[in-house]
């Protein structure tokens, strides 16, 4: 049974700094490229950042400079370290893990940015 477990939201100043977290299990993890995505209220879900190994990241343009991802293959997880948040930031931030033509998601963490 495949799963994806985030963990590391909550409430941010604008400003702030968050680092989500994605266990994953299951899965061949480093065969996988993982990706974080959010869903803001009345929006569609959207895609932040993805990573297939080091050498291999994409950002929407956003968070370029201000959002990192990273892995770590033995223990199975992917991060999103984020800074320099700002309020229009605040959704649910789901950790996603696709190859081929297989694709999980997580349940999502909830990331609040407000003073």
């Known amino acids: 049974q495949v799963q994806l477990v985030e963990s590391g939201g909550g409430l941010a100043q604008p400003g702030g700094s968050l680092r989500l977290s994605c266990a994953a299990s299951?899965?061949?993890?480093?065969?996988?490229?993982m990706a974080w995505y959010r869903q803001a209220p009345g929006k569609q879900r959207e895609l932040v950042a993805s990573?297939?190994?080091?050498?291999?990241?994409n950002y929407e343009d956003s968070v370029k400079d201000r959002f990192t991802i990273s892995r770590d293959n033995p223990k199975n997880t992917v991060y999103l370290q984020m800074n320099s948040l700002k309020p229009e930031e605040t959704a649910v931030y789901y950790c996603?893990?696709?190859?081929?033509?297989?694709?999980?998601w997580g349940q999502g963490t909830q990331v609040f940015v407000s003073s």
């Open positions: 996603n893990a696709k190859r081929n033509w297989r694709e999980y």
């Open positions: 299951g899965i061949s993890f480093s065969t996988y490229a």
């Open positions: 990573m297939l190994s080091a050498s291999s990241t």
